[in-house]
């Protein structure tokens, strides 16, 4: 598996308000893009089995109430750029 592309940022939220004090929350939000590099290994199998969990019930805490939300999409083809470096 390869790592290609992230844009990944800290964010505090509120969770709660316990005998009126805030309580938040530090998590991130954004996006990790990867490559999955032998779709036939062992491995490939069963990281499609974690993958198929974390879209169904979520990652970490909270998360019938919206955390730990993962979405899965097929990444975009590079667009071709023209010889200054612009993308067309």
């Known amino acids: 598996m390869a790592e290609l592309d992230y844009r990944v940022r800290p964010e505090t939220i509120l969770y709660t308000v316990n005998e ?3 309580v938040t929350e530090r998590g991130f939000t954004g996006y990790v893009m990867y490559e999955l590099l032998d779709t036939d ?17 979520g990652i970490g805490k909270s998360r019938s109430i919206g955390f730990g ?9 590079h667009r071709k ?4 470096g612009l993308d067309r």
Not at 41 to 57: H, I, T
Not at 69 to 77: C, M, Y
Not at 81 to 84: F, P
């Open 41 to 57: 290994s062992p491995l490939a199998q069963e990281f499609k089995k974690l993958l198929a969990f974390a879209l169904r019930f």
């Open 81 to 84: 750029t023209s010889s200054k």
């Open 69 to 77: 939300h993962v979405s899965l999409e097929p990444a975009r083809p």
């Open 20 to 22: 009126g004090r805030s």
